[in-house]
């Protein structure tokens, strides 16, 4: 605990956004699931797209953009390829939905691909590729967002943030898992340094004026993110949009016809269908080991988020200051009982 944070536990901090979600409207299963992803998000270390999301989320019902009550379904099946519809209700329930049909399709078939119509924001897509990878699948997923990254050489916005997300199974059920946006940087974490009255890294974004900035707030007066990478940042999003976007109908960031939804595509390897399940996961296990014994500094991709996972489950979550202030706000307007919003309390 300290004067930035508010320490509470997974249990508690999952139990008041389910509150705060069910007073919105959503019915129980799909608050209970919804509530269980944001939180995991912080567990993992991944405050951006944790229960700082319930403010933005709740706008979204406001203004019709999410039904709450909507369940998600497959619409269609062809081979080793399914399309689910989210039904314009919580990304996370089409994405659980998509992740488990892609898992069947895969069993079946040694592959299988699911994409995701009238998808709203799904979290952390490292939650359902690490999902995916402990049930013996590599998985890759992908998706296209609203317009926030400018392209390399340029300062419109016409790109989504378009994460991406992998991961293949290790020993004892862990994962390597690697999920990022394909811009230098996720919005959710500029807006946690705007709240914190932080600086961004140079190279992350433009103003307005397509001038490069530090300040994140110059992004949301007009200005716009800048891919990773340069040129292959900007080539990745690129693709996303074309397999994210159109294989969706979700429609590309800057298109007059994208309908500002989060198009996902999901796809799920069974590795038993290629080599032995024990001897992929066993030669996993020896690479990851060879990898951390190469350097001190050196870690596998996906050790960060269960190392946080395991801290912050014995320690607590530390929930910035600005945001449980955010988030005890919201609660009030809705009528759900809130604890003390002060440091420490």
């Known amino acids: 605990m300290n004067s930035t944070s508010h320490l509470i536990t997974a249990d508690e901090l999952r139990g008041?956004?389910?509150?705060?979600?069910?007073?919105?409207?959503?019915?129980?299963?799909?608050?209970?699931l919804v509530a269980a992803s944001l939180v995991d998000a912080d567990l993992a270390g991944h405050g951006s797209h944790g229960v700082r999301r319930l403010?933005?989320?709740?706008?979204?019902?406001?203004?019709?953009?999410?039904?709450?009550?909507?369940?998600?379904?497959?619409?269609?099946?062809?081979?080793?390829?399914?399309?689910?519809?989210g039904r314009c209700g919580f990304g996370q329930a089409?994405?659980?939905?998509?992740?488990?049909?892609?898992a069947d399709l895969a069993a079946a078939h040694g592959v299988g691909v699911v994409a995701i119509s009238e998808?709203?924001?799904v979290g952390r897509l490292g939650e359902y590729a690490e999902t995916l990878a402990r049930q013996g699948l590599i998985a890759q997923i992908a998706g296209n967002a609203d317009p926030t990254v400018a392209p390399y050489g340029g300062s419109r916005?016409?790109?989504?943030?378009?994460?991406?997300?992998?991961?293949?199974?290790?020993?004892?059920?862990?994962?390597?898992v690697m999920d990022w946006a394909t811009a230098a940087m996720a919005e959710g974490k500029l807006a946690l340094l705007r709240a914190a009255g932080e600086a961004a890294p140079e190279g992350v974004l433009v103003d307005a004026g397509g001038q490069a900035s530090t300040d994140p707030a110059d992004f949301y007066r007009g200005g716009a993110l800048l891919?990773?990478?340069?040129?292959?940042?900007?080539?990745?999003?690129?693709?996303?949009?074309?397999?994210?976007?159109?294989?969706t109908g979700t429609g590309v960031a800057c298109s007059p016809a994208y309908d500002g939804t989060f198009g996902t595509v999901i796809t799920?390897?069974?590795?038993?269908?290629?080599?032995?399940?024990?001897?992929?996961?066993?030669?996993?296990?020896?690479?990851?080991?060879?990898l951390r014994e190469s350097g001190p500094g050196v870690v596998v991709p996906g050790e960060p988020e269960a190392e946080s996972r395991r801290t912050r489950l014995a320690e607590?979550?530390?929930?910035?200051?600005?945001?449980?202030?955010?988030?005890?706000?919201?609660?009030?307007?809705?009528?759900?009982?809130?604890?003390?919003?002060?440091?420490?309390g």
């Open 227 to 247: 891919p990773f990478g340069g040129h292959k940042g900007y080539g990745l999003s690129v693709l996303v949009e074309l397999v994210g976007g159109l294989l």
């Open 119 to 121: 998808c709203n924001h």
């Open 94 to 102: 089409a994405a659980r939905l998509a992740a488990a049909e892609a």
């Open 157 to 176: 916005r016409m790109l989504g943030t378009n994460p991406m997300a992998w991961a293949a199974p290790r020993a004892g059920g862990a994962a390597v």
């Open 316 to 344: 607590g979550i530390p929930v910035p200051i600005a945001v449980w202030a955010g988030l005890a706000g919201l609660a009030s307007r809705l009528g759900v009982p809130w604890p003390d919003s002060s440091p420490g």
């Open 16 to 32: 008041l956004a389910q509150d705060v979600l069910a007073a919105a409207g959503t019915p129980s299963e799909t608050a209970a």
């Open 55 to 85: 403010t933005p989320y709740l706008d979204l019902i406001e203004s019709g953009m999410i039904v709450p009550a909507a369940r998600p379904e497959v619409v269609s099946r062809r081979g080793a390829t399914a399309v689910v519809s």
């Open 268 to 290: 799920a390897l069974d590795v038993s269908a290629f080599v032995p399940l024990d001897s992929y996961v066993a030669q996993a296990e020896s690479f990851c080991r060879a």
